[in-house]
């Protein structure tokens, strides 16, 4: 599939605002609750991986899993938390708390790019890094229970795992062997099946709920993670990481006006902190590089 740039571009908003339903849809369930929920998504996500994928890739995917190298296997692993802390962090906390904290993954990135691969951090994203940090201590300074804490702990373990994820393949890539994300998302859907199954006893998810944990698996989450490497083929990392970020504000408005779940004015200003910090230092990188 070939896109030009302003086609990808539209393509990635498209995405972002795929990403940006799991909350105002969460909100909806009837009687699903925390790990089912969570177990619900990664199994309809998986069934949806397995026909999506040899649509794109033809069969030499799966042949791909089981000759998979041990960065292969980590990536699973990480987008397997992904899934897992997402889904949970949304039950304990609000949409606005879980995205405005999961936008810090390109700082972590970073972080840990810096420690463990080496990569040389800017000025500027130590700056953004401080700024950022100011706005998420901002943030729930005010929220301060107990709930608030424990799905900011689950929330931070998403954009962590995707830090972990991004630096395990590049480091994969400069030793001559890169990883194929694609299928990776496959493995991570078919562990976080296995490791919430038992945790999601007794079911209580509704007919209602399974449409909509359905739809969650392949139209929030197969289909964009597809579309979103498709995209990364045409678009530079910071244009990714900027068009990105329209999650936030998507998710934040489609749960205020779909679930009526009115951010907080501290939510607010924090967030407003952050991504700030994110959306400056992604612009200067961007024109240092062209």
């Known amino acids: 599939m070939k ?29 699903a609750r925390s790990f089912e929920i969570t177990f619900w998504r990664s199994a309809f996500t998986a069934l949806s991986l397995l026909v999506i994928l040899p649509f794109f890739q033809g069969r030499q995917v799966f042949r791909q899993i089981r000759q998979g190298t041990v960065a292969f296997w980590i990536s699973g692993v990480c ?9 949970v962090a949304l ?5 606005a708390n879980v995205l405005v904290t999961m936008s810090i993954g ?19 994203t130590w700056i953004a890094i401080v700024v950022a940090g100011a ?35 590049q480091h994969s890539h400069a030793q001559g062997h890169d990883v194929d994300l694609v ?5 991570g859907a078919v562990i976080s099946v296995a490791l919430t199954l038992p945790l999601a006893f007794p079911f209580q998810a509704t007919s209602h709920d399974l449409a909509l944990l359905a739809f969650l698996g392949l139209g929030q989450l197969a289909i964009p993670c597809v579309l979103s490497v498709i995209c990364a083929r045409v678009l530079k990392a910071p244009e990714i990481s900027l068009l990105a970020l329209l999650e936030v504000i ?41």
């Open 183 to 187: 299928p990776a998302v496959l493995v």
């Open 79 to 87: 987008w397997s938390v992904m899934f897992t802390a997402f889904m």
């Open 3 to 31: 896109l030009t740039h302003n086609r990808a571009v539209v393509l990635m908003v498209a995405v972002a605002l795929m990403w940006s339903t799991a909350g105002v849809i969460t909100r909806h369930l009837e009687s």
């Open 91 to 95: 039950t304990l906390t609000s949409v």
């Open 250 to 290: 998507f998710g934040i408005l489609l749960a205020w006006v779909g679930a009526h779940e009115v951010p907080s004015a501290s939510v607010l200003t924090g967030g407003a902190v952050v991504i700030g910090a994110l959306v400056v230092n992604e612009l200067i990188g961007w024109r240092n590089r062209r």
């Open 135 to 169: 706005g998420i201590v901002y943030m729930y300074a005010s929220q301060v229970g107990d709930a608030s804490l424990v799905g900011t702990l689950v929330t931070l373990c998403v954009p962590l795992a995707g830090a972990v994820n991004w630096t395990v393949t």
């Open 106 to 124: 390109p700082l972590l990135t970073a972080l840990l790019a810096r420690i463990f691969i080496g990569h040389r951090i800017p000025t500027r």
